[in-house]
């Protein structure tokens, strides 16, 4: 399969997708991204811009989707390889999801000491990714361990009220009132809530800047309470 197989295999791929035939779109994707990982390697091609060059940008926005596909189709051994491999990209700019996603592909295969400890060291490294303290929350419920996850959450909490940086905190409050609602702490979800309105206030009266990373996963910013896949991102 060359250049053009594997992107006119990406359309095919999409004609099952578009209409939520996600394990049928993975079955057509899986094969294809083998072969165009194996065309990377062959050529050394190691950075963001040398695959872009390549394949062109429907390349690397395809990657969203096939994660998507891979995790509903319960592939989660080869999400995980898919996922490691692209954190390996010299200069992709979304580390964000990939590395929640290979946190959450070792947790649905039992490996929740895997995936602690490497959500434990990306945060220790970036304690205002948001995204990470929610993710490890609610991969400590899933393993029934509620103390701990109410301890991440609340680490995760103090760690972005207390920053001075600039950030949008709406997702992170979005994402926390759900943790503490499968906690039964009512009142923390409240207050989530009102400080999730409060981000939302803000953001209106002053100009955006840069880009906000939204997880596939992350409550979306609508305001819909789905989540943002299943939403505006689908």
Not at 106 to 120: G, H, I, P, Q
């Amino acid at each position: 399969m060359n250049k053009d197989e594997i992107l006119q295999s990406i359309k095919d791929g999409y004609k099952e997708f578009s209409f939520g035939r996600t394990k049928e779109a993975a079955g057509i994707w899986l094969p294809t991204w083998k072969t165009a990982k194996n065309l990377l390697m062959q050529g050394n091609y190691k950075t963001e811009k040398e695959i872009l060059d390549l394949f062109g940008d429907v390349f690397l926005n395809w990657f969203f989707d096939l994660d998507i596909a891979l995790m509903e189709s319960d592939m989660h051994s080869e999400r995980l390889d898919f996922n490691s491999y692209v954190l390996t990209i010299h200069g992709y700019l979304d580390q964000d999801n990939p590395r929640m996603n290979v946190a959450e592909s070792l947790a649905a295969l039992n490996r929740y000491e895997e995936a602690e400890s490497m959500l434990s060291k990306w945060l220790e490294e970036d304690p205002l990714w948001s995204g990470g303290w929610t993710c490890w929350a609610n991969i400590s419920l899933d393993n029934d361990q509620k103390s701990k996850a109410r301890e991440i959450i609340e680490r995760g909490m103090t760690a972005v009220e207390s920053s001075t940086e600039s950030t949008d905190l709406r997702l992170f409050y979005m994402n926390a009132e759900t943790i503490y609602r499968r906690l039964g702490e009512i009142p923390r979800a409240q207050y989530c809530v009102k400080k999730s309105r409060e981000s939302a206030s803000k953001m209106k009266q002053s100009p955006i800047t840069g880009s906000v990373k939204i997880g596939r996963n992350d409550s979306c910013p609508c305001g819909s309470g789905k989540k943002y896949k299943k939403c505006c991102g689908n």
